[in-house]
């Protein structure tokens, strides 16, 4: 009898132990149910960043095809290297035509961003209101009103 009693603790101790082994590796899986689903899982994120890398390839490769090499429009001349701003200012003004076509565009774009002025000729200041303390100098004050739309 001993040994019978003796094997079914030893048998409920082992299934004690393979839930808690269960429950620790469910705990370690996070959202997922078990191990196959992980595995589904990682598989698809893997095909899927593997998609979205061959995309971006192709899209590198795209625009580096499109892309012209920087070229100075037609009739501009490059800017020297080595030379400073207040250099290429100095030129750029030495040279008439150059600083008849910076002031071209200049009227132009003032041009585009005209606005209306809303106040011309100086800033009105508005007159004290005076409000009348009794009854006649409410009178008075509606009778000199009424005298004036005559």
């Known amino acids: 009898m001993d040994n019978t009693t003796n094997e079914l603790p030893a048998t409920a101790d082992t299934a004690d132990a393979e839930v808690k082994e269960q429950k620790n590796a469910a705990a370690g899986l996070g959202k997922f149910r078990d191990v196959d689903a992980l595995l589904e899982a990682y598989n698809n994120l893997e095909a899927e960043f593997t998609r979205r890398s061959q995309r971006l390839r192709q899209l590198e490769k795209a625009e580096k095809d499109v892309q012209p090499p920087a070229q100075p429009a037609s009739g501009e001349n490059p800017p020297q290297p080595g030379l400073s701003h207040e250099q290429l200012l100095a030129a750029a003004l030495g040279d008439e035509e150059v600083k008849a076509q910076i002031i071209a565009e200049y009227l132009q774009t003032a041009a585009k961003n005209k606005s ?26 509606a009778q000199q009103f009424l005298n004036k739309r005559r």
């Open 116 to 141: 209306v002025p809303l106040i011309s000729g100086g800033v009105q200041v508005s007159a004290r209101r005076k409000t009348p303390a009794t009854i006649r100098e409410a009178g008075a004050l």
